[in-house]
T-cell receptor
Framework: GQQVMQIPQYQHVQEGEDFTTYCNSSTTLSNIQWYKQRPGGHPVFLIQLVKSGEVKKQKRLTFQFGEAKKNSSLHITATQTTDVGTYFCAGRIIQGAQKLVFGQGTRLTINP | GAGVSQSPRYKVAKRGQDVALRCDPISGHVSLFWYQQALGQGPEFLTYFQNEAQLDKSGLPSDRFFAERPEGSVSTLKIQRTQQEDSAVYLC????????????FGPGTRLTVT
């Protein structure tokens, strides 16, 4: 069954507002990756977090990995219409395993 | 360089037919993954290859699903006696060897079983 949960499932914001999606795992993750999927497209890699408490930034995007390595978040500051899409977290449950377990995704829509 | 390619992009099959989905990974990528993505859901892992070796097939939903990568490059996912619940987008991804590398996804094959 699903071991990586993501909330919210949907988020609609006005352009310029901030957006956050949260990812929670029932078990400790060895690392976590974030992907973005545009409508009709395929997942595209954004970033990977490996260390406990790690924070990484990509322009307006901030990614965090929890201290217990069971949760993660993606925060977008001042959304733009180009941010529209579904954001997925994907975690590696078992150390050394290649298998990624994806969350259900958060679909972001933006009112221009 | 070309990305991951998949064919066909769309496939309509009648219930009970067999289908074969092809994936061409990025050249030099050792790892290859197959995922199934239902509408509105995240990709679900099906199977993983390292070169020609299938190291994890724990996600294959039934023995009707079979995947191969005989020469360590192109891979084929075969579904026998398709059922309506098999309707989904089948995504292929490849990556460099090692668990700390990003996965590059292909455009997917949308399978509709009628």
């Amino acid at each position: 069954g699903q071991q990586v949960m993501q909330i919210p499932q949907y988020q609609h914001v006005q352009e310029g507002e901030d957006f956050t999606t949260y990812c929670n795992s029932s078990t400790t993750l060895s690392n976590i990756q974030w992907y973005k999927q545009r409508p009709g497209g395929h997942p595209v890699f954004l970033i990977q977090l490996v260390k406990s408490g790690e924070v990484k930034k990509q322009k307006r995007l901030t990614f965090q990995f929890g201290e217990a390595k069971k949760n993660s978040s993606l925060h977008i500051t001042a959304t733009q219409t180009t941010d529209v899409g579904t954001y997925f977290c994907a975690g590696r449950i078992i150390q050394g395993a290649q298998k990624l377990v994806f969350g259900q995704g958060t679909r972001l829509t933006i009112n221009p | 360089g070309a990305g991951v390619s998949q064919s066909p992009r769309y496939k309509v099959a009648k219930r009970g037919q067999d289908v074969a989905l092809r994936c061409d990974p990025i050249s030099g990528h050792v790892s290859l993954f197959w995922y199934q993505q239902a509408l509105g859901q995240g990709p679900e892992f099906l199977t993983y290859f390292q070169n020609e070796a299938q190291l994890d097939k724990s996600g294959l939903p039934s023995d009707r699903f079979f995947a191969e990568r005989p020469e360590g490059s192109v891979s084929t996912l075969k579904i026998q006696r398709t059922q309506q619940e098999d309707s989904a987008v089948y995504l292929c991804a490849s990556s460099l060897e090692g668990r700390n590398y990003e996965q590059y996804f292909g455009p997917g094959t949308r399978l509709t079983v009628t």
